[in-house]
Structures are given as C-alpha cells and as structure tokens.
C-alpha cells in the first residue's frame, strides 16, 4: 500500500507538471491573440504540437483587407477643447468570448493538482508509517525528515508562486498548486512538531505550544500569499494547538494570551483580504475558548482579559465603519459586526452569573456595555447590538434578583479590597448605582438617536433598547428589594419615568418626519403607559391592578385620538387582552377577600371599572376607524359588562361564593333577565354602530338566553321536575323566573323584527308566548298546590281553572292586537286559543266531570263566537276595501 501510494505521488507530480506547461502555452497564445486584435493585424502564431489546433481566421479580399479611409479629425480650440475631448466615447476592445472549462480541462488542471497535493501529503504520512513499523529509522531520524519534508514542501510552494507571479500572463482558472504545496507543507510540519511532543517526548509542553502556534501563525501569513483555503487551515490549526497540547497545571494567562495573539492575527488577516467568512470563524472558534472552562474558580483574570481583548480586536478590525474595520454602508445593520461585539458582550454576562455578580466582573460588564454604545453611536454597523446589550443587562439583574440566596452575590475567594462581604453591602450598592448607569444611558442614547440615520431600523434599535431596559431594571430591582410587595418609593420611580417617557413622546411628536420617528414615538408612548402601569402595580394591592391596567387602555384610546400613533391603538388593544387574561387567572379579583356585601364589593370595582374603561376607550378608538384593536376592545368591555353581572348574581345568590355549584331558579332566571337585557341593548346599538362585534355579542347573548331557558328553566331549575319551593302567591321566583323573561324576550322578538331574518324574530316571540304560559299555569298550580309544585296530583277545579286562563289570555292577546294593531299578537291569540281548544276537547273532556265540564265546555265556545264577532265586525270591517263610485253595490 506505501509503495502504491508513492507510486500514486509520483504520476500526480508528472500530471501536475504537464498540466503546468499546458496552461502557460495557452496564455502565452492568448496574449498574442489580445494583441493581435488590438492592433488589426493578423496574429503571429508560436509552433506547437500538433494537439492544439490554430485559429481559425475568417478569408477576406483584397478589398476587405484594407482599411476604410478614417476622416481627419475636426479642429477643436479654446475652453470647448477639453469637453469633446471627454465626450469623445472610447473605442471598446473586444474581449474573446469564455466558454466553459471542458472535463479534460477540469481533469487536467484541478482535479489532478488537488490529488496530487492529497497524495503527496499522505505519502509522507505512509513513508513515516512505513519506516517505523520495519524499523529503518530512528524517532530522532523520523522527526528530522519530516521537518526535512514539510520544509522541501514549503519551499517547493514559494518558488513556484514566484514563479507564476513573474509571468505577465493572466492565469487561467487553475486550481493553486503553490497554495497546495504550501498548505500539504505546513500540515507536514504540524504533524511533525505534534509527534515529536505526544509521541516521542523530545518537546516540553511549553515548547510544542510555541512552535505549533508558530507554525499556525505562519500558516495564517503564508494565507496573504496564497490564498483562503491555507487561511481556513491556519485559523483550524492555531484554535485546536491548546487542544492538543495538555498540562497537569494549565496557565490560564498563557492561553488566553495565545488566544488573544492569535485571534488578533486571524482578525487583521480577514481584514486585509475582506474575507468575512474569516472572521466569523474566527469568532466562533474565540467563543469557544472564552466559555471554555469559564466555570473554574480563580480564572476571573485571565477570562475577563480574553473578553476584553476579543471584544476590542473585534471592534477595531471586525466592525464595519469603526476604526480599522472594512468599508460600511450607511444606515445599515451589518450582521457580521453586530454578532462579533454581541458573543463578547453575551460572554461577560455568563462571567458575572458564573462568578455570583463580583464586582469585578460587574465592573467589566459595565465597561463593554459602555464600549458598545461608543461603538454602535460611530457606526450604524454595530446598531443590533445594542438591542442584545439591552437583553443582556435585563438579564444579569433578574437572574440576580431571584437569587435565594443573597451569600452568592460575594465574589468567590472573599472580599476584595473595598468591597464590603455582605450581599446587602457591596454588591447591592454596586448593582444599584449600575442600575441607575444603564437606565440613564439607555433612555437618553434612545431618545438622542433620533433622526441621527437615513435609515429607519437604526433609531428603532435605539429607541426600543432605550424604553425596555429602564422598565425591566425597575422590576428587577423592584422584585429584588421590594420582594414584589408594595412599595411607594418604587411607585415615584415609576411615575418619574412615565414623565420622561411622555416628554419624550411629546417631542418626537412635534419635530419633523424622520426615518423611524412614528415607531420610535410609539415606543416612547407606551413605555410612558408601562410605566403608569407599574407605578399602580407597585402602590396598589388586591385588584388595583386590574383596574389599573383597565384604565391604562383607556388612557392609550385617548391618547391614539389625541396622537394618531397607530401602534397606540394596538396597545390598547394589548392592555385589554392582558386584563382578560388576569380575570381568567382569579375571577374574584381579589381573590378571598372580594367581601360578602351585595352588589358593593371588590366585583364591582374589578368588574365594573375595566368595563367603562373597555366601553369609553371603545367610543375613543372608534372616532379613527373600525379596526382589529377596537374589536378587540368592543368585545372586552361586552365580556367585561356580562361577567359583571353574572358574577354578581351568583355572589347575591350564594352569600358571596360565586364558586358554588348549585344553581336555583332565582339565580338562573335572573341570569336570563340579564342576557336578554343586554340582546336588547346590542341590538340597538348595532344599528348605530354598525359594529360585527356588537351584532356577534346579540347572537351569542340570545343563545345563551334560550339555552339557560330550555336547560334552566325547564330543566334542572323546574319546578314542576324538582323539589323547589315558591314561596308566596303572586309575588314569587316564579315572576323572575318566567314573567319578566317573557316581557323581555317579547321586546327582543320588537328589536330585531325588520332587522334580521323573520324566523329569528318569530322564535323570539314564541319563547315569549311559552315563557308567559308557563308562568300562568305555574302560578295556578302554586295556589292549588302550595310551595311545592311537584306532586303527580290534578284537581278537577285546577284543570278548568287552566282553560279560563289560557282562554282569558288568548282574549288578552286579541284585544291588544286589535287595539294597537299587532298582527304577531292577533296570531299569539290564535295560537292560544287553539291550545286551549285542544285541551278541552282532549284533557277536560276525558278528566272532569259533572259542572266543570259542561262550564268548560259552554265557556270556551261563547268565546269562540265572541272571537267570531270581533274578528267580523271590527277587524274585517277596518280593513275591507270600499266599492267603486260607479259600481252596483255603491
């Protein structure tokens, strides 16, 4: 196999260097070809073999032969000289057309080179193989040739880039082979220096670090001359050298100082050569060794030092714009330079929650954030990280201040010189005033980068960073210190941010249209309502902050009037959901303490507010438009309005308790009263509005009204099927039940006739018509039966007091339709007294018997013929058309 594989070596080399030539005959006949067509004279071929084949050259004449006679130029003087000189267009040369490299082309002058680069390395790698295992050679011997190897390699690359950068002819596309031969050299020497110290022992740790590191770092220069692919390999080779070399007492120091040279090289490398793949390589390979062992006590120097340093080498040759750095567009977020700075940001926040928030690694926090808001304010580049800058602070003080244990805020190793050793001493005035630093430093950088860029995004990163990170440290030193109880100092902080927050918005409002200030002013908008939010939030307790949040949105319907921001009117929108979501949370409120006091308890205020906040924000939001954010108001306050009411219901019903599972016949019907009610209210207001959200709030309140009837009243609440007392004659749950629900749903039926489709309606008023029935026969039964209505038991004077007064009801209903007129309420009777027909001739006929029939009998028929009369002599006579004037009946 060793000897195929030199055998391999050696035809690559003969291929490769036959190739070579090739390529420099064919540039050598392509300058000549140039020439020749610049000049107009026929190209002078040099010999060749025979394989290539010469131009073809079209046949002329003697007449095409010879040039066109060229008109002399016209005389051109004075200050017009130099115009037509530049006006005078120039003549293009034309350029031989590319065509696509042939597979003998491909074979022939890549393929070749990179196996034969691939071959000459392992074969190295199979002659050291071979020489150890027959014992030829000693391991002195064997490390001596192959540096002896890697040099001849390195040698052999340089001699023959020089030799290709001394021709004049441009190359063709040709894979490398001096880039090949310096990186199969260089890979040579690594594995060389790597076995003398693993494999041998001839180099301490100390010295194989520094030569493989050298020999990294000379890979990463050579990469100047050769290209990216001996750049890939020495950024690859300088990273994975502290891998390689192991020590039982590792200096931290002499690592990072390493990596700091090395990144510092790899940097200025993709600078000179804008190879930003480099550089993002670079930085995930410097990511690696900054969080490696990052945990170990006492290494807080060395990791602070590569943090700082790799965050400066980043800003200086890495951020586009800045210093050193490559060319930057203007107004433009360059990812590149943004994630350079934000994986050294990211990496001084896990070094302050790995070291328990010291204060030295507070410190160099601080100072990179600093360092980034210097940077970002020079260069539009490095705008985006300020936005993880702003996330990042949020997230050291929160994770400090659910700490359980206030012990580990102290540095590890004790107190330092000046640092109290207490939790509550040093390292909470530390993070105070650091607290109070970022959330200055980010609402002013905020609001002072307003109209400073062409573009849009970049002072909506400011802007965004500079509302969010003041609010989130007020709640993170408010959950610290406060412990989430309520706190007034913390309520003034919140209130003197809400003013600065709102004399930003009022500003911005008032300068003129700049890229991003409609956002950005939106932004300062509602960090202004936040703000308000969480100065009731820490002042207030129980269900304050419900209302609090309740009247937040109705503050930002009005302030989306007065200030047509459109984001406001989401926010209004945002802040409704919000609430809903805490009813869903505790529907009480105040959870046990909501009192028992009817109708005036913390229901009332935590019901009662949101819904005239939800309803006047409503009216407000509705005066620019009919969007998804008022809908989604409209159907809180509806939600809001219900839940009041019902709540309230159950909590008079069951002594406070609105959890309980019974349900009476009081509770339920006065929760039909209450739907049917508000029906009647949407449907009226449905036509002013014109709103979908009131028309769907009708709907589904009449559902809900006509399911509690059928399952409620006639159902789990009846009583005629359950064991429910009715406690008086007339004025009884019997009224609230069934009468009341009846009037109601008749002027429901009123509402929507015309409206909606006649079936609806007609429903409507057939629940009506059943509902008062109902209540008419239960109030018979209840003076016949007393409080319990549910006994299998039928007097006969019961059965005809039954027909007398449904008959008397169906009259009832004929007079009021004859009086107003109402032909619903004509038919109402007609249906009425067909029921009480029915009955008659099918229950009283077979059940009563001697007076009571007969008088059931001879009562319903002169009310049958009374009926007949009114019908011929009022109804009929109104409405019959009169004759015509010259007819026989006039």
Request: net charge positive; aromatic share 10%; hydrophobic share 55%.
């Amino acid at each position: 196999m060793e000897f195929i594989a030199v055998v391999i070596a050696i035809v690559a080399f003969i291929f490769a260097r036959k190739a070579i030539n090739r390529s420099q005959e064919l540039n050598a006949r392509l300058a000549l070809l140039e020439a020749s067509l610049a000049t107009g004279a026929r190209p002078s071929l040099p010999p060749s073999d025979a394989s290539v084949a010469p131009p073809i050259v079209p046949e002329t004449t003697a007449d095409s032969e010879r040039p066109a006679p060229v008109p002399p130029p016209l005389p051109v003087s004075g200050r017009y000289e130099e115009k037509a000189a530049d006006a005078a267009p120039e003549t293009p040369v034309a350029q031989p057309p590319q065509t696509a490299p042939g597979l003998e082309e491909r074979l022939g002058t890549r393929w070749v080179v990179w196996i034969g680069g691939l071959t000459l390395a392992l074969g190295g790698v199979f002659l050291v193989k071979y020489s150890i295992e027959a014992g030829l050679l000693g391991p002195g011997v064997r490390v001596l040739l192959g540096a002896l190897f890697a040099l001849a390699l390195l040698v052999t690359g340089e001699v023959a880039r020089r030799k290709e950068s001394l021709s004049a002819i441009a190359p063709l596309p040709i894979a490398n082979i001096p880039a090949i031969l310096t990186a199969a050299g260089t890979a040579v020497a690594f594995a060389t220096v790597y076995a003398a110290y693993a494999l041998y022992g001839f180099l301490s740790p100390p010295v194989a670090f520094v030569l493989l590191g050298a020999v990294a770092l000379g890979t990463l220069a050579a990469a100047l001359l050769h290209g990216p692919a001996l750049a890939g390999l020495g950024v690859v080779g300088a990273f994975v050298t502290p891998v390689l070399v192991s020590s039982d007492k590792p200096d931290y120091w002499a690592l990072y100082i390493y990596i700091a040279i090395v990144t510092a090289a790899a940097f200025g490398l993709a600078r000179i050569r804008l190879w930003r793949w480099l550089a993002v390589t670079t930085i995930v390979f410097g990511a690696f060794w900054m969080l490696f062992d990052i945990a170990r006590p006492h290494t807080l120097g060395p990791q602070a030092f590569d943090i700082i340093a790799s965050f400066a080498l980043s800003a200086l040759l890495v951020v586009a714009g800045f210093m050193f750095g490559p060319p930057a567009e203007q107004g433009r977020v360059e990812p590149v330079s943004s994630i350079s700075l934000g994986v050294f940001l990211f990496g001084a926040a896990v070094l302050v929650l790995i070291n328990n928030h010291a204060d030295p690694a507070m410190i160099v926090f601080t100072l990179l954030v600093a360092a980034t808001f210097a940077i970002a304010w020079r260069a539009d580049s490095a705008t985006g990280t300020v936005g993880a800058a702003a996330v990042l602070v949020f997230a050291v003080f929160a994770e400090w201040a659910i700490r359980a244990n206030p012990d580990l805020a102290v540095a590890p190793g004790g107190p330092m010189p000046g640092i109290g050793p207490r939790a509550d001493d040093g390292s909470i005035s530390m993070h105070l005033t650091t607290a109070a630093g970022f959330a200055a430093a980010f609402g002013a950088a905020g609001f002072l980068a307003q109209g400073r860029s062409v573009s849009a995004i970049i002072p909506v990163i400011w802007a965004a960073a500079g509302v969010f990170t003041p609010l989130a440290l007020l709640v993170a030193l408010y959950a610290r210190i406060a412990h989430l109880d309520r706190s007034i100092p913390f309520a003034i902080i919140a209130i003197a941010l809400a003013g600065a927050f709102a004399a930003a918005t009022e500003i911005l409002t008032k300068r003129e249209a700049r890229p991003g200030q409609m956002i950005a002013t939106a932004l300062f908008a509602t960090g202004t309502l936040a703000a308000l939010a969480l100065a009731f939030t820490f002042a207030l307790e129980k269900g304050w902050l419900t209302i609090a949040l309740a009247l937040m949105s109705l503050g930002t319907a009005w302030i989306s009037m007065k200030r047509p921001i459109p984001f406001l009117r989401a926010l209004a929108a945002v802040l409704a959901g919000i609430v809903v979501l805490r009813v869903g949370y505790e529907p009480r409120i105040a959870g046990n303490d909501v009192g028992t006091t009817p109708i005036f308890n913390w229901l009332l205020l935590g019901y009662g507010i949101p819904a005239a906040s939800f309803w006047l924000g409503s009216i407000f939001l509705r005066r620019r438009g009919d969007d998804a954010p008022l809908r989604s108001v409209e159907a809180a306050a509806i939600l809001f309005t219900v839940l009041l009411a019902f709540t309230e219901i159950r909590h008079y019903i069951n002594s406070g308790d609105i959890y309980s599972r019974s349900s009476s016949l009081i509770e339920i019907g006065l929760q039909v009263c209450v739907a049917l009610a508000m029906a009647i209210g949407l449907e009226r207001l449905r036509v002013r509005t014109g709103s979908v959200i009131h028309n769907i709030g009708a709907l589904l309140l009449t559902w809900f009204a006509g399911l509690a009837i059928v399952l409620g009243l006639f159902g789990i609440a009846n009583p005629l099927m359950r064991s429910i007392e009715i406690a008086g004659p007339f004025f009884n749950p019997l009224i609230l039940g069934y009468a009341i629900p009846a009037i109601l749903a008749l002027l429901l039926s009123y509402a929507v006739a015309g409206r909606r489709v006649a079936a609806y309606a007609n429903t409507i008023a057939a629940a009506a018509l059943v509902l008062a029935l109902a209540w008419i026969t239960l109030e018979i039964r209840r003076l016949y039966h007393g409080p319990f209505l549910n006994s299998f038991r039928t007097f006969d004077a019961e059965q005809y007091t039954y027909s007398v007064a449904w008959l008397v009801f169906g009259v009832v209903l004929l007079g009021i339709g004859l009086l107003l007129p109402s032909q619903r309420a004509r038919l109402a009777s007609a249906v009425m007294i067909a029921v009480t027909i029915l009955k008659v001739f099918l229950i009283d006929m077979s059940n009563l018997t001697g007076a009571y029939r007969a008088f059931s009998f001879i009562g319903l028929g002169l009310v049958l013929v009374a009926i007949g009369w009114l019908y011929q002599r009022i109804l009929f006579r109104q409405t019959k058309t009169p004759p015509a004037i010259n007819s026989p009946a006039a």
